[in-house]
Every structure is written in structure tokens, then in C-alpha cells.
């Protein structure tokens, strides 16, 4: 099925987000260095080794500290939701450093006993993104399409992916592989089917308690580790079993951490390095990507996450990146290590592609290919019987007008007889076409019976070899014998071997003997065969001769 591809080279949407300034900066003295534009594209960092100078950073759109989780919904996610319905991959990622405000952003503020309608404004992306998607399931529902929505929650702890939805806790080093179909994929993570808004929300709620998160100096809810969660919305037309299949990657990045800052030793120390170490990896694949080296080797193996994220880095996913960023004059060196990194990555291009598929099974999609060979043959023999009627139309007006041609009616009259010939000759050729298929599968039994003929002769001659050699020797040794008794004795051992030799070729052509049986019978079926042919069967090219001439030669 054909579908209308968008341009080439779709960019990734990256959105600057920063948070207020919290208690940590506050306890250092830190001032706000970073001035926003009305064009609400465009911030200016005011750097402390250049007080009169700022350096510029443009993003497809910066939010403040006083935005709101729906205003960053709704420009960087929305527009991939509804792209998911298309059957479009797509990806939503938070980056910064550690307590920048991506898991804030992606996941919102826990429940509280605040009022509804606050928690409501406190949601982040993936709770809105799940909404959104069973709002648009109900809005679109008909008769015919078929829903079904899956999800599959991870988390890359110490660079092994562990399964945030198994309930045995054992899944924590699952590995990841590529297939046609599915493209990059999890093997063996945990993917259950949900059927409304709440209980996969529930179900995310459950796996995001499972997450490694621990206190450091910077953040006392640091995340240890890069999440992903992945739903799968698969919508199937019961008219023509087309499945479209949109996937959606959510992803909350671990902070980049400085170790002098967040106090980390120990466990914590080396899960920093974990963390940066794949955060480094995802920086320079964004750099190779972005350098428009050709033919650049691209190191997605690098790191789990990079190859996770392999389709929405270069691929054929549609991607929006947020980069979460502090204020403060206390973090600036790691705000601008993360506005420069959102700036690389504006300049990767995607080709997100419609993933439709065939969701019926092999007998029902050969019915469908029968079906739309019969519906376009039946349009071909209804324009060829309006051309013939119009053209027996026209000759009707000519014989009125100039009479009838003597050769002309009698070749005309010789077609129309031959005419009603056809439907007879088609239905001949159709039953010529099942005997041949019978046959051939006959043909195809009895060749594996040649090819064990064939085996059990093999051995047999190269079997007989050896007894022969030892005849030769039996009688070589009567020759050189003096001795009447020891040529008699000779002579003996020869006569057994022989007849030895003699017994086991008898036994091979009890053996064949069914081999001959069948070549007569197939022959007899090629002969009957034949009367089916008429004028489509070529004797030169008789598949049952070739046949019999073979089984004949064995």
C-alpha cells in the first residue's frame, strides 16, 4: 500500500525549559543570568567570565519558569501524538542535568491531597500523552478499526536495561534487537495490552516505584537511571486487514552530573559514571550525526541507550527533544553545556516513515490477493465486452451503409463461432493446471524416493569396491600359494566373498524395484495427463517425460 511520505529530512523539534530557581542555588547565592526574548524562541546566558557579554541560544520555542506543564505539552508532544495515529514512530526525550526538571517535566508531581484541578495542572507529558491517546481511540472508534494499545517500561541502571513490569524482579539484563518489522526492540521485556487511560497509568505508576532513585547534594530525588517507556498503538481495518502501527518512546534521561557538586561516592559515585559515561555517548552521536561527514560511522553501539534511541536519532521516528536548564548563576557552566547540546541536536535530520502493515494470517491475505485478482479480471472482461459490443455497434452501422464484404462477414462469422469456445477452453486450462499440480507433487514424492535410491546404490558400489579388493587379495594369495591346500583355502574365502557381494546386490535391486513401479505409474498419469492438454500442452517441454527419462537412467 502506497502512502504519501513527508519530505526528507524532518528535523528534531528541540524546546528549551527553564525551572525556577530552587533551594540549593538559593542557600549559594546564585542570581538569575538568563534573559528571554518576546519572540518566545530566543534566551540570552549571561556568562560570568563575560559580564557585558551574553551568549544567544534559538530552539524551536523556550518556555520560563512561570510556563505550565500543559503550554509544554502542548507544543512538544501533542503534534506526535497525533502523528502516532498516522502510523508514525515518535519519541519525546528529557535532557539536563541532574535536577534540571525532566522527570518533573515528563512525569509531573506525584498525587497529593491537593484540590483535583491542581494535580490535574501538576501532570506531566506521559500521564497528558496517555490521555490523549484513549481520548482520540474513543473520538475515532467505528466499526471499522480495531484498537489495541501496548506498553513496555524499562530503565538503563549501571548499563544493563532492567524490566520495570515484571513482577518477579529477575529481568535485569535484557538485550536489545533489530528486526525488519519492529525495527529496535527490547528482546524478552514485559509488554502487557491495556485497554484504558487509568490502568496504564496504573501500571506506570507501579513500574516508575521500581526506578533506582537516591538523594545527592544537588537533587534528593535523583534519578539513577534513563527510563523508557514505550506504547504501541496498532490500529487494524477490518476491511482490508491494513494495519497502521504508531509507537511511542517516552523517554526521562538520568542528570549529568559534576561529582565536586553532588558529593557522590561509593554506589553513587559509580552510577554517575555509568550515567555520564552513556549521556557522553549520546553526545557524540549527535556530533557525528551532525558533522554531514559522508558515509560517517555512526556509534549507536556504544551505549544501550544510544541504541534505543537509534531510530529517533537519524532514523525514521518524528523526535522532540526538551532540554531542562537551570537559571542560576550557580549552575551556568552546566546550562550551557546543555543549550549547546540541544543546539547540536537541531540539526539532525530525520525520515519518519508510515509503518502499515498486514494484520490478517497467510490463508486470509492469499483470499485477499485472490479476491483482487478476480475483482480485476472481471474489470477486464467487462471493458473488453463494451469494446466488443461498441465495435459490433460500428460494423453494424457500416454494413447498413456500405453492405457486407464477402471474406470480411465469413472471418467475422468464424469468430463469433470460436467466440463461445473461450469460457470452455479456460475451464479445460484450469483442470489441465490442477492435474499438474497433483502431479508435481507426485513428482516431488518420487524424487525423494530417487535421491534415497540413488544414496542406497552409492553405498552399495562403494561397498562392493572393498569386496572386490579383498577377492583380488583372496586370489592373489592363491596364486602365490605352493601348497594345493592353501589355494584350495583361498580359493574358498574368494567364492564367499562373492557370493557375499552377490547376495547384497540382489537385496539393492529388491530396492529398486518400487522406484520402477512408480516411473511406470507416472508415466501412465503423464499419458492421461496429456489428453488434457489439447494445444497448451508442448510435448518437447513434458515435464512427466523428463521425469521418466531420469528414473529410467537410475
Known sequence: MTKKEPKKGTGIQVFARFRPQNSVEDKQKGQGVVSFDADGKTIAIATPEKKNESQIYTFD?????QSTQDEVYN???R?????LFSGYYATVFAYGQTGGGKTYTME???RTKKSTTEAEDLRGIIPRAVEHIFDRIESKSDERTEYTVTVTYVEIYMEKIRDLLDETNAKNNLGIRVDLQRGVYIDGATEIVVNSDLELLKILETGSHKRHVSGTSMNVESSRSH????ISLAAKNTSDLTVKTGKLFLVDLAGSEMVRKTGATDQRLQEAKQINKSLTSLGIVIKTLTERKRNAHVPYR?????RILQDSLGGTSRASLIIACSPSSFNVAETISTLRFGTRAKFIKNKPRVHVGYGGTEADELLRKRDAEISRLRQQIAALTDAADAAARENQTYKSLYGELPEEAEDLAREASERPK???????ALEYCSILEAEVFAISNEAKLVRHATDEVRAHIVSQRDVFGEARYALSRAARSGEEGARQAAAGEA???LAMARWRSEEVLKSLRPLARAAFAIEAAAAETKSFGGRYHNPENDPFRQHQQVVQAV
Open 79 to 83: 503534534p506526535l501524538i497525533e502523528d
Open 61 to 65: 520555542k523556550v518556555f520560563g519558569q
Open 302 to 306: 556504544d551505549s544501550k541507550l544510544t
Open 108 to 110: 509531573g508531581k506525584p
Open 495 to 497: 567364492d564367499e566373498i
Open 75 to 77: 507544543s512538544a508532544a
Open 422 to 428: 473461450l469460457p470452455q477452453q479456460f475451464q479445460k
Open 227 to 230: 527510563a523508557i517507556c514505550m
